[in-house]
Structures are given as C-alpha cells and as structure tokens.
C-alpha cells in the first residue's frame, strides 16, 4: 500500500457485504481476561462459518499483558516478568493490551465479503485512519509495515514516527477474529517490557499522548461511524459476548 493518509469519509464501503447485512456490535465495560476472550471469539467464528451466528465486532479492554504472534521473536520479550505472557494465533509478532487501549475482535465472514487477506487487512487499516480522522489525527500506513502511524514534529528535532494502532488477524474458514488495537489512553510505558511489533527505530503514542483527552467511548463513536463507510451497515449494538 502506498504511503499515503487515507480519509473513508469520502468514499464508498470498500470492504461490504454485497447483500449489504449488518454485522453485529458489541461493548465489554469491565475488563476481560485474555483465555476467555479468545475461547469467545473461536465459539463466534465457528458459529459465523456454520450459519448459526451473525458477524460481530467485539470492543473491549484486557487487563495488562503481552500476547504473542505467530511471527513473534523470543529476543523480543525483554521483560517476561512483567506481565503475563500469551501465544496467540493472530498474525504479527509482540504487541501489548491493557487499560485505557480499545481493542476491537473482528469476526466477519470474507466468503461473503471478499476473499483477499490482504485486502481486508488495507481496510483494517482504513477503518482506524478514519476513525482517527474524527479527532483532526492523520493517520498513516508504511510500505512493509502493519498497524496505523502518526508523525510527530517538533521544533528543532527530527520528524518522528509513532504507532498508534496495532493489527493481528487469524482466519479459518475465511472468517476472521482477532483484529485492532488503538492506544486511546494507556500507560505507554508498559510497552517497553517487549519490543513491539518487532520494530525498534519507532515507538507508540495514544490519542491522549498526542494531546486529545479522548475517552473510550468517544473512540467507540469514532469506530463504529468509521466502520461502517469501510465495511457496511452495523446492527443496534447488542450484549457482550
């Protein structure tokens, strides 16, 4: 993908169902241990692929820890103590999750939508520069580079490159789960227990370490809007999973 900001505000869904159904939304207010979200998330998905089960998008906060990806290097863990540590079957390598971070599970069905991974992870990608979009941040995307960046300048210093948001996706069945992280207002320095997303000449910033008093829902507003111009209509936001 081209560097580049991309606003989907002006644009049509990329990545719609063509019977245009809505998928599901839903909201954990109080924080949900690693283990019982991911047996959650396969119950959905295997439900989604059988037909019993409609799409969901699944918002909510972990208590602090690390998770794994499949690509993830164990010289990347500096600080296994830390916190407690996950392998997970997303894609990508270390990342963190804890309070103040919204993460968003994904479980959509791709045979309905299109059958192209990287495709729907570009419109990942649009989904958060979108939502980003609503509080006057430019979010980006680099060449080789999963996740959402934002470019930081001050004057006399060299322009600097953060991240902002995190991606990790499985599919099975060509349904998704796992998904996005977007750091609305962590404690940033629990990030430094790993080397995330392997990379080590950028950091991480927040909506709040940006300067923006962001709340969750405020950036759950945002999601939701900016979810549906990239992926289609959404349901009445129903119970926690």
């Known amino acids: 993908m081209l560097d580049r900001v991309l606003n989907p505000a002006t644009e049509a869904p990329i990545f719609g169902r063509s019977d245009r159904m809505s998928a599901g939304w839903a909201v954990s207010r109080a924080p949900?241990?690693?283990?019982?979200?991911?047996?959650?998330?396969?119950?959905?998905?295997?439900?989604?692929?059988?037909?019993?089960?409609?799409?969901?998008?699944?918002?909510?906060?972990?208590?602090?820890?690390?998770?794994?990806?499949?690509?993830?290097?164990?010289?990347?863990?500096?600080?296994?103590?830390?916190?407690?540590?996950?392998?997970?079957?997303?894609?990508?390598?270390?990342?963190?999750?804890?309070?103040?971070?919204?993460?968003?599970?994904?479980?959509?069905?791709?045979?309905?939508?299109?059958?192209?991974?990287?495709?729907?992870?570009?419109?990942?990608?649009?989904?958060?520069?979108?939502?980003?979009?609503r509080f006057n941040v430019a979010g980006e995307v680099r060449e080789g580079r999963v996740g959402v960046w934002v470019?930081?300048?001050?004057?006399?210093?060299p322009t600097r490159?953060?991240?902002?948001?995190?991606?990790?996706v499985k599919l099975r069945r060509w349904v998704s789960f796992h998904g996005i992280s977007l750091n609305v207002e962590p404690d940033l320095s629990h990030f430094n227990g790993i080397v995330p997303c392997g990379v080590t000449e950028h950091g991480v910033t927040s909506l709040v370490d940006l300067g923006l008093p962001v709340t969750l829902d405020e950036a759950d507003a945002a999601l939701r809007a900016s979810f549906e111009e990239v992926f289609g209509p959404l349901a009445p936001a129903e119970p926690p999973v």
């Open 32 to 133: 949900v241990a690693y283990p019982d979200a991911v047996a959650a998330m396969e119950a959905r998905a295997a439900a989604i692929a059988e037909g019993r089960a409609g799409e969901l998008v699944w918002l909510l906060e972990h208590p602090p820890l690390y998770t794994a990806g499949v690509s993830a290097k164990p010289a990347d863990l500096l600080d296994a103590n830390r916190f407690p540590v996950f392998e997970s079957g997303r894609g990508g390598q270390f990342t963190y999750h804890g309070p103040g971070q919204r993460v968003a599970y994904v479980m959509l069905d791709l045979t309905q939508r299109r059958r192209d991974v990287r495709a729907f992870v570009a419109a990942l990608e649009a989904w958060v520069i979108g939502a980003l979009w």
């Open 151 to 157: 470019e930081r300048r001050q004057a006399g210093a």
């Open 161 to 168: 490159e953060d991240k902002i948001a995190a991606i990790g």
